[in-house]
Nanobody, 118 residues
């Protein structure tokens, strides 16, 4: 059974540093492309960051502008998103996704709310 479980959400300090984690089970994590997406009410889900199984290909949404870093620990089947200098407009539900290509993920986590404020 495929499972993706996000953690680390909640209130995030404006301008600080924060990390989201996604722990997974039930599929071959090492060869999977792992992604973070986010969504706000009334808007489509958008790509935040994506990383290939071998770390060779990493892609970020245009709005990231160097503020976020995606990484993975293949030994722990976990993917991370470090958020540096978060802004109020980063407030959203963040989703972890997994797939074998660079399109929309085949599997999703339930999502977690991240609220950026002072």
């Amino acid at each position: 059974q495929v499972q993706l479980v996000e953690s680390g959400g909640g209130f995030v300090q404006l301008g600080g540093t924060h990390r989201l984690s996604c722990t997974t089970h039930g599929f071959n994590f090492n060869i999977s492309v792992m992604s973070w997406y986010r969504q706000v009410p009334g808007k489509e889900r958008e790509l935040v960051a994506r990383i290939s199984g071998d770390n060779e290909e990493i892609r970020y949404g245009d709005f990231v502008k160097g503020r976020f870093v995606i990484s993975r620990d293949n030994a722990k089947n976990t993917v991370f998103l470090r958020m540096d200098d978060p802004k109020p407009e980063d407030t959203a539900v963040y989703y972890c996704g997994a797939g074998l290509g660079f399109g929309l993920p085949a599997h999703w986590g339930r999502g977690l709310q991240v609220t950026v404020g002072s």
